[in-house]
């Protein structure tokens, strides 16, 4: 009994060699996409380096429920002061604010209709790791 022909050798080794090929590459891209940051995750990463709030003061009026605070941005990018999040024992109440703060810019801002009650606040910005508990 004889063994194949190289002809038919070489056009099984390519299919082999293809067929791993294949599978690798599939790996691979499906590894690289879960392990790197999107682009936009990117452009957001850069466009906050730099970026930092700091609370100067805050206050709540009960009797009007207005709650107000004054914030200093210390950082060197300009940031987006989006909401404030209003942490009760039982619930959250998110209030938008939408006011823009350049760099070494100290801005005062109100909210209306917080009720009393809360026992801390969180001030977002439009960068995810800038924020202020207070």
Known sequence: MKGISPLV?????????MTLAGVIA????SF????????NQTQTVQACTGGSIKLISSSYNA????????????????LTITNITFIYPNTAEEKPV???ISPAQVIV????????????????TNCPNIYIKG
């Not at 009797?63 to 300009?78: E, L, M, R, V």
């Open 63 to 78: 009797t009007s429920q207005i709650f107000s605070a004054t914030i200093y941005n210390d950082g060197s990018q300009k």
């Open 9 to 17: 050798a070489t056009v099984l080794l390519i299919a082999i060699t």
């Open 98 to 100: 939408g006011k823009d």
């Open 109 to 124: 801002f109100s909210v209306d209709n917080v009720t009393s009650g809360y026992s801390s606040y969180i001030v977002s």
């Open 26 to 29: 599939l790996w691979g891209s």
């Open 32 to 39: 690289v996409r879960t392990s790197l940051p999107t682009e």
